[in-house]
């Protein structure tokens, strides 16, 4: 047995579905699928990159967050996922 890990990343880019990364795998964007994550999982990591995409003013410069939601509410979204991913 290999004591050897996988290293998922968990950060958003804009244009990509999911917030998902890992090196050697053939698209280097993974999906939920990939990793075999529950509904649940999925559903709160799809709300969170979606939060991404419509809180951030990309046409804005330097580019901005905006809106209601704060940007620290969605740091601790992400470092929350990221503990459940293990």
């Known amino acids: 047995m290999s004591d050897t890990r996988r290293s998922i990343r968990l950060f958003s880019d804009w244009g990509f579905e999911w917030p ?3 090196n050697g795998h053939p698209s280097y964007n ?3 699928a990939d990793l075999g994550h529950s509904a649940e999982l999925t559903a709160r990591t ?3 990159a979606d939060d991404y ?3 951030l003013d990309i ?3 330097p580019v901005v967050w905006r809106d209601s ?3 620290n509410t ?3 979204g992400g ?3 990221s503990e459940l991913l293990g």
Do not use: D, F, G, Q
Request: charged share 35%.
């Open 69 to 71: 939601m704060t940007w």
């Open 30 to 32: 993974m999906e939920p």
């Open 74 to 76: 969605w740091v601790e």
């Open 20 to 22: 998902l990364w890992e």
């Open 46 to 48: 799809r709300r969170w």
């Open 53 to 55: 995409e419509s809180h």
């Open 79 to 81: 470092r929350r996922i």
């Open 59 to 61: 046409n804005a410069t």
